[in-house]
């Protein structure tokens, strides 16, 4: 009887510590769209020595956009990491030295919600230059086909594809443009002509530029060799060719090692897998072969990588994971493969790679490669996305083009995009 008497004394002094630690039905599930339906607000925004900071009032990823006053906003600039975090900082990479610009904070939070929110954020800075040295990628655009162009830290310089010979002279003028005289390396992912055409047309980037050595996928186990114009330039030009596979790095790889600047490093993920396709469970036709054949790489400079993947398509990307892993393929930056297309960027691909942003490189056709999932499965992994026909971030299919190069810039911390817009 005296226990009984008790109970009432015991709930009355558990109903406190129920109030005032909650349950779990009042708590707010950040991941939960309809728990949390307000994006994030930046606040407490400084920019001083080229660096800004701000934080947010929730966890977040941001983006700082910064523009001519008056005009596009077309520089991008994350993070290096990509952790949501109240708190952030940036360097703005490409701001000329006192320059006036305009900006704007773009935030996203872990429910999915992004939006230009901020508590007294100012409109526009005046820009101090930095100065550090950069790694940078730029995507010409070629309409349809491939063109990067590496820049390593101390000014080196590699071409990784050349676009399709009708888009020699995109090539050449973005090459001359940018001042460039020499390549440590010519890259061919693989010998389809919308990447190696500019290689192999007469008076092409093979003609016109001092070559170091030219970097093509192990011709052991490629679906196709070296053929056509293609060989007959490498053979009338006398260039010795390197071929590369899996494992190859600028460690042990002397034609790889570019740039020995501290934090930078070469490396490639997977090559010459088209060979392989073709067993009884690997069918598959021609082009996925040859696609498959692609030079997989990743450059990085200290936090920072990219991955560049020519076409490489699901076959591909498989095997690079199965034999790297999450944290041997995690990357910030993705050139995504075949141009969009949906038998590339697997949904295991993207999740492996968790891509912040991403580059596609494609042409305004009536019936383009790219396609809606691809688009949305990075999105998906909270990754902004670029085109060469659709050069602001995210665009659907949907609108008129706008056409430019995509330039990613590093500092080995903080990541900008550039787009250099033109006309066709």
């Given at each position: 009887?005296?226990?009984?008497?008790?109970?009432?004394?015991?709930?009355?002094?558990?109903l406190?510590?129920?109030?005032?630690?909650?349950?779990?039905?009042?708590?707010?599930?950040?991941?939960?769209?309809?728990?949390?339906?307000?994006?994030?607000?930046?606040?407490?925004?400084?920019?001083?020595?080229?660096?800004?900071?701000?934080?947010?009032?929730?966890?977040?990823?941001?983006?700082?956009?910064?523009?001519p006053?008056?005009?596009?906003?077309?520089?991008?600039?994350?993070?290096?990491?990509?952790?949501?975090?109240?708190?952030?900082?940036?360097?703005?990479?490409?701001?000329?030295?006192?320059?006036?610009?305009?900006?704007?904070?773009?935030?996203?939070?872990?429910?999915?919600?992004?939006?230009?929110?901020?508590?007294?954020?100012?409109?526009?800075?005046?820009?101090r230059?930095?100065?550090?040295?950069?790694?940078?990628?730029?995507?010409?655009?070629?309409?349809?086909?491939?063109?990067?162009?590496?820049?390593?830290?101390?000014?080196?310089?590699?071409?990784?594809?050349?676009?399709?010979?009708?888009?020699?002279?995109?090539?050449?003028r973005?090459?001359?443009?940018?001042?460039?005289g020499?390549?440590?390396?010519?890259?061919?992912?693989?010998?389809?002509?919308?990447?190696?055409?500019?290689?192999?047309?007469?008076?092409?980037?093979?003609?016109?530029?001092?070559?170091?050595?030219?970097?093509?996928?192990?011709?052991?186990t490629?679906?196709?060799?070296?053929?056509?114009?293609?060989?007959?330039?490498?053979?009338?030009?006398?260039?010795?060719?390197?071929?590369?596979?899996?494992?190859?790095?600028?460690?042990?790889?002397?034609?790889?090692?570019?740039?020995?600047?501290?934090?930078?490093?070469?490396?490639?993920?997977?090559?010459?897998?088209?060979?392989?396709?073709?067993?009884?469970?690997?069918?598959?036709?021609?082009?996925?072969?040859?696609?498959?054949?692609?030079?997989?790489?990743?450059?990085?400079?200290?936090?920072?990588?990219?991955?560049?993947?020519?076409?490489?398509?699901?076959?591909?990307?498989?095997?690079?994971?199965?034999?790297?892993g999450?944290?041997?393929?995690?990357?910030?930056?993705?050139?995504?493969?075949?141009?969009?297309?949906?038998?590339?960027?697997?949904e295991?691909?993207?999740?492996?790679?968790?891509?912040?942003?991403?580059?596609?490189?494609?042409?305004?056709?009536?019936?383009?490669?790219?396609?809606?999932?691809?688009?949305?499965?990075?999105?998906?992994?909270?990754?902004?996305?670029?085109?060469?026909?659709?050069?602001?971030?995210?665009?659907?299919?949907?609108?008129?083009p706008?056409?430019?190069?995509?330039?990613?810039?590093?500092?080995?911390?903080?990541?900008?995009?550039?787009?250099e817009?033109?006309?066709?």
């Amino acid at each position: 009887m005296g226990r009984a008497k008790l109970w009432p004394l015991v709930l009355v002094s558990v109903l406190p510590l129920l109030v005032l630690f909650g349950c779990s039905e009042s708590e707010v599930n950040p991941f939960d769209p309809s728990q949390d339906a307000e994006p994030p607000i930046a606040t407490s925004f400084t920019y001083s020595g080229g660096e800004a900071q701000w934080s947010t009032n929730e966890d977040a990823l941001c983006v700082l956009e910064y523009g001519p006053v008056g005009g596009e906003y077309d520089h991008y600039v994350y993070e290096s990491t990509k952790y949501h975090s109240t708190f952030h900082r940036v360097r703005l990479l490409a701001a000329a030295d006192g320059e006036e610009y305009q900006i704007r904070i773009r935030s996203l939070d872990r429910a999915g919600n992004e939006a230009y929110e901020d508590d007294g954020t100012p409109s526009t800075i005046t820009a101090r230059a930095v100065r550090d040295e950069t790694m940078t990628l730029s995507m010409i655009d070629v309409g349809w086909g491939l063109s990067m162009v590496l820049t390593t830290p101390d000014g080196s310089h590699a071409l990784i594809d050349a676009g399709h010979d009708d888009h020699l002279s995109d090539v050449l003028r973005f090459l001359q443009d940018c001042g460039i005289g020499w390549f440590d390396a010519a890259i061919a992912t693989h010998y389809h002509g919308d990447h190696v055409g500019g290689y192999a047309e007469d008076d092409g980037v093979l003609d016109v530029y001092g070559i170091g050595a030219f970097i093509a996928p192990d011709a052991t186990t490629a679906y196709i060799p070296i053929w056509g114009s293609i060989a007959e330039k490498i053979g009338d030009l006398g260039l010795d060719v390197t071929y590369v596979n899996q494992g190859d790095d600028s460690d042990n790889t002397p034609e790889l090692d570019w740039d020995d600047t501290p934090g930078f490093h070469v490396e490639v993920l997977g090559a010459a897998y088209g060979g392989l396709i073709g067993g009884p469970e690997d069918t598959g036709d021609e082009g996925m072969k040859g696609n498959n054949d692609s030079i997989v790489m990743r450059f990085t400079y200290g936090g920072v990588s990219f991955v560049t993947t020519g076409d490489a398509e699901h076959f591909t990307e498989y095997r690079i994971v199965d034999a790297y892993g999450r944290e041997g393929c995690r990357s910030d930056l993705l050139q995504i493969g075949h141009h969009g297309s949906d038998d590339a960027s697997s949904e295991l691909w993207l999740d492996n790679i968790s891509p912040r942003i991403a580059l596609i490189s494609n042409a305004m056709v009536e019936v383009a490669l790219e396609k809606e999932e691809v688009l949305q499965g990075i999105r998906a992994v909270d990754a902004d996305y670029f085109v060469t026909d659709r050069v602001f971030p995210n665009t659907p299919r949907n609108v008129d083009p706008s056409y430019g190069h995509l330039i990613a810039v590093t500092d080995g911390g903080t990541i900008e995009i550039i787009l250099e817009r033109h006309e066709w």
